[in-house]
Structures are given as structure tokens and as C-alpha cells.
């Protein structure tokens, strides 16, 4: 496993780092004597920065896992696609590493690249003017910057996450994607028509399902193994104009999974996810949040919708635009941002597992204490994410669910008091036991959210013989020198 680093030698490594402040500007390049290391000699003309300076270098080796912090020798702010280009082709001469991060939500060090370069997305992040078809998107766009462009012309993707003013299109498209829509349209990953990719030998290709149709499904989804996403055309459909929501609350957990299981399959809602929390008295309770989009004047009858369902109660109905319901979780996230949790050492876990065992599977979660379970509260009650998903809408071979028509995702944040290393052990051992009895019962893992550092052979069984063949095939072609995101560790 990769070394857990204390703030002591994470700051002698740093100071040990290479020294220097910026390189590149074009024509403004400031080439400082001292950046002139052996490592770093000869960088190609940029119109962005690479920064060598010890706080640049610092705040980049930092994810949501809050544990790992594999320290890079420079990072590139680029300017253009060509600094992308310009960059990973250096890099190869140099056998030097490269990682890309957006706003860092992945865990376990997968967008670190200790001792090589990582290329801060963000400082391309433009969103093209859409057309009635399509939007091009650079990858360090947040998809709350496309939701802005593209309902200014009554226009939406159709499929967005929870809080999508918290990742980049460049960060979600390398891994899946999920959203409140995805049992109608599947993965992010599955709504994209055209890609521009940086491959690992430092080309730049376009690629599409008619076009090195491999590359772009290798890509999507493939963690950044054999390419950097510089460009995604993503389709559009007409907007919603508003849409009406409330939660369906139960008791009963065999109750709970069926009326889920049975919503997801017959689509009756357009948007749907679930919870479930356990109260101070250790008492767990259920939730369906259900969603239907409208236009006035016509409203759904969400009663009516439901008089199949066998609920204990359910939320006051709750009236709100599109764009309201696509932006509803900012104040929620910026306070976040703003708390000590946000700072915490973060374990967090996402399984995908089989319908037909979840409620045996569940069991382990729901009996574990509140101090090993690390879960965030909201009021008094611990909570974790919880919905079903209809696989056969999840078309790319790199998102890999189980071979069932129906499975549950499971997202278990968990974090462990800050300073506190017994706690975050526990956590990470609870997770490994989780683990080994998702694969048991055919589960699969969401990659950002891995609950460890996965070797190569949790890879391969991941992945399955026939994708890791192709995978390590695709590795071969397009990133012969094992330059791309190493910190997934999946080639080593």
C-alpha cells in the first residue's frame, strides 16, 4: 500500500523537492537558474505554467481521501491543449509520470503523481456554445459551467450527479459518472459522442464510437490509463422546465428494496435516489427521494404514481425549477468546504452489488457501531446513499456493474476524527472485510471511490480476463512507457 505520509516528512519532502518557481508564458517564460534541474531541462515552449514552487506542489498532492500525498516535482496550469500534448511527450523522453486532477474528488491517490507532473485541469474549462445537438466541453469544466450554458438555450444532458457544481466533466467521464437519471440514460460515460484525447505516447486523436472506436472506449470510464481527456461532445436533449420532488419513508427494509427495485424498473419517476439513516437511538429508517419533471401548468400527481407502493409516509411535495434542483446541494457543499470534516481522513467506498443479495449484504452494514462506521450525520442520524441501478443501460466496457438485470449502489463515506490514525486503520480494515464479501457475492466497485489502493490483480479481477486483456493490450499501444496516472497503480 502506498505509504500514509505524516505532515513531518510531508513537509521534508516537499522542502527536498525540486526547487524553482515557473516555466513557460510563451513568450513571457520566466526560466529561473535554479529550476534548471537536470530532470527539468529543455521544456518545450508553453503558453501555460509549469510551477515548480513548493505551494503549488503542496496544495495539488492533496484528494478527497485526505491520506495520501504523493508530492510531484512540477505542475502544469496549461494554457492550451497543446501544453497537454507538449507535456506528456516531455514526459516520455524523461521518464517522468503524469496525472491530471479537476477539483480532486477521487481517493486513494489516483490523480497523483509523486515525483512526475500533474496537470491542473482547470485552467481549461471552456464550455463551447451548445447546439441543439451537442456541447463541447474542455475536462476542467464543472458541470454546474455546463448546466449554466446549456439552459440558457433550453437545453440539458441528461444525465448530471447530485451536486454537479463539485466535479469536473474531465474527472467524472475517466471513471463513470452516476446520476439521479441514470436508470433511465445509464453513466455519464454512456452519453458521450465524441472525444479529443492526449494518449499516453503523447498524440493528440480524436475519437468516437466510428472513430478509433477502441481508444474512446478504453478512455471512458478507464481511469487514465491510456489517455487524458481534453475535449467530450456530450448530446443534449430539451431541458425540464420544473420539477416536483418528495421522499417516500419506510420502516421496513423488505418493503423498502422491493417498492426501489420496482420504481427503477418500471421508470414511473425521471429522477430517483435513496438513503438510509439510523438515529440516536440506533434505530435505522429508509428513504425513496422520487422525482418527476413537468411544465406548467401541468403538474404531476405524485399520489397517484404511488398507490402501489407500500411506504409508511412521505414528504410534503416540494415545487422547484430544473435549475434550482441541479444546483439545490451548493449552499449544502460550500458549508462542507468551510467545516473541519472536509479536512478529515476520508475512507470512502462505493459497491455496486447484485439485487438479489443486497439484503443479506446489508446486513454487515447496518450492524456496524456508529464509531467503526465513520458515516457523515445529518441532524441527529448517521446516512449513507442507497439506490438501484438497471445495468443494461450501462453500455461502456470500462464500467464495470455485476451481471445482474438490477443492482444497489451502496456509498458509504467514511472518515475518521482528524489526528485520529487507530480510527482510520479500523475503517480501512472494515472496508477490506466489506470488500472481500462484495466480490463474493459478484459486486463491483466504483474505481474513484475503491476503498483501498488496488493492486493489479484486484485490477484483473475487476475487470474480468476479457477487459483486462484488452485493457492491457490498449495499455501497450497508446501508453507504452507507462506514463499516465500512476497513481491507480494498475500497471506498476
Known sequence: MRKQISRRNFMRSVA?????????LGSRAIMPAQAQTQQFRDIPKLDGVLLFDEASRKA????????????????LKPGSVQDIVETVGYANRHALKVAIKGHGHATYGQSQAEGGIVIDSRTLSAVHRPTAESVDVEPGAFWGDVAT???????????????CTAVTVGGTLSVGGIGNTSNHYGAQVDNVTELDVVTGDGRLVTCSPDRDNELFNIVLAGVG?????????IPLVPGPSHVMLHDLIYA??????????????????????GAMSRNKNGEWSFSIEVGKFFSPPDE??????????????????VRMTYREY?????????????????????????????ASVTKEYLADILALPPELAGLPRVAESETFSFYPLNTRRFTRPMFKVPDEDQVFGIWLRRSAPIGDREALSAIMASNRELLAKMIAVGGKRYSPYAGEVMSPEQWAVH?????????????????????????AEMFR
Not at 154 to 162: F, M, N, Q, T
Not at 257 to 267: C, M, P, T, Y
Not at 330 to 348: E, K, M, N, T, V
Request: aromatic share 8%.
Open 326 to 354: 441541479l444546483f439545490r446541494f451548493d449552499a449544502q457543499y460550500a458549508r462542507f468546504l468551510a467545516s473541519a470534516a472536509s479536512r478529515a481522513p476520508s475512507a470512502h467506498i462505493t459497491m455496486w452489488i447484485p
Open 16 to 24: 527536498a523537492a525540486s526547487s524553482g518557481t515557473i516555466i513557460g
Open 225 to 233: 490509463q491510456c489517455g487524458i481527456i481534453v475535449r467530450a461532445r
Open 149 to 163: 450554458a446549456t439552459l440558457a438555450k433550453g437545453l440539458s444532458p441528461r444525465v448530471y450527479l447530485s451536486n
Open 300 to 317: 404531476p400527481n405524485l399520489a397517484s404514481l404511488e398507490q402501489d407502493l407500500r411506504l409508511d409516509s412521505a414528504t410534503a411535495p
Open 463 to 487: 475487470f474480468g480476463p476479457d477487459m483486462w486483456r484488452r485493457l492491457s493490450e490498449a495499455k501497450k499501444k497508446f501508453d507504452s512507457n507507462n506514463v499516465l496516472t500512476p497513481g
Open 252 to 273: 421496513d427494509l423488505e418493503k423498502y428494496l422491493a417498492d426501489h427495485l420496482r420504481i427503477a424498473a418500471d421508470g414511473r419517476f425521471d429522477s430517483q435516489r
Open 60 to 75: 495539488i498532492a492533496v484528494d478527497g481521501s485526505n491520506i495520501f500525498h504523493g508530492i510531484p516535482a512540477a505542475v
